[in-house]
């Protein structure tokens, strides 16, 4: 009955690979996130989804790339990933102007 | 812009005594605080949010957070902090409106030492 579940929760990959990180949330929220947070703690947001449309997009590399087949799923794939792109990644959900409710994150190493 | 400032990247504090986690937030209109806590290699669970209301807000696990709009902070406190209340702490703050981006401090490590 988790709320926001996000797998994997731990992935190991090459640089050059592509993988894709996949979000579900079950709270019946109309909007989606993923955040980052990098090697010193700091979270900054990546995108943000209402209700299937983009509606926030940070200075994020094009290699990313969120799919939303849904209002309640919110994948994240990377293409050709990069040393630096070595961090957690974290999905949430919320209703319109409310709580943010955030999975237990994925945290990706690229060797 | 929006923008959450915690001045203190480290709090120490002894098990049983008082603790405050400072934050200070910059945006326009009426401000969303929210305090959240991370564990180590866990999520971020939701502690207590500001919207509107009562300016001392009770949340999880006996925190609480004071709102001052004057001086444009929400510090959160525990009257009496435990050990397992170890962890990393974040104050964020969304913009009223349409605005849902939540824009996160950089972060309060908080040790509650035996």
């Known amino acids: 009955d988790t709320a926001v579940s996000q797998t994997p929760k731990y992935l190991v990959t090459q640089m050059g690979n592509d993988k894709s990180i996949k979000c579900e949330q079950n709270?019946?929220?109309?909007?989606m996130y993923w955040y980052k947070q990098d090697s010193k703690k700091f979270l900054k947001i990546m995108f943000s989804?209402?209700?299937?449309?983009?509606?926030i997009n940070e200075t994020v590399p094009n290699r990313f790339s969120p799919k939303s087949p849904d209002k309640a799923h919110l994948n994240l794939h990377i293409n050709s990933l990069e040393l630096g792109d070595s961090a957690v990644y974290f999905c949430?959900?919320?209703?319109?102007?409310?709580?943010?409710?955030f999975g237990e994150g994925s945290w990706l190493t690229v060797v | 812009a929006q923008s959450v400032a915690q001045p203190e990247d480290q709090v120490n504090v002894a098990e049983g005594n008082p603790l405050t986690v400072k934050c200070t937030y910059s945006?326009?209109?009426?401000?969303?605080l929210f305090w959240y806590v991370q564990y180590p290699n866990r999520g971020l669970q939701f502690l207590l949010k500001?919207?509107?209301?009562?300016?001392l807000v009770k949340g999880s696990y006996g925190f609480e957070a004071e709102f001052n709009k004057s001086q444009t902070s929400f510090h959160l406190k525990k009257p009496s902090a435990l050990v397992s209340d170890s962890a990393l702490y974040f104050c964020?703050?969304?913009?009223?409106?349409?605005?849902?981006?939540?824009?996160f401090g950089s972060g309060t490590q908080l040790t509650v030492l035996p």
């Open positions: 949430a959900s919320s209703p319109i102007t409310n709580t943010i409710y």
């Open positions: 964020a703050v969304r913009g009223g409106g349409s605005a849902r981006q939540l824009t």
């Open positions: 709270l019946g929220h109309d909007t």
């Open positions: 989804y209402n209700n299937k449309e983009l509606i």
């Open positions: 945006v326009s209109g009426n401000p969303y």
């Open positions: 500001y919207i509107t209301g009562d300016n």
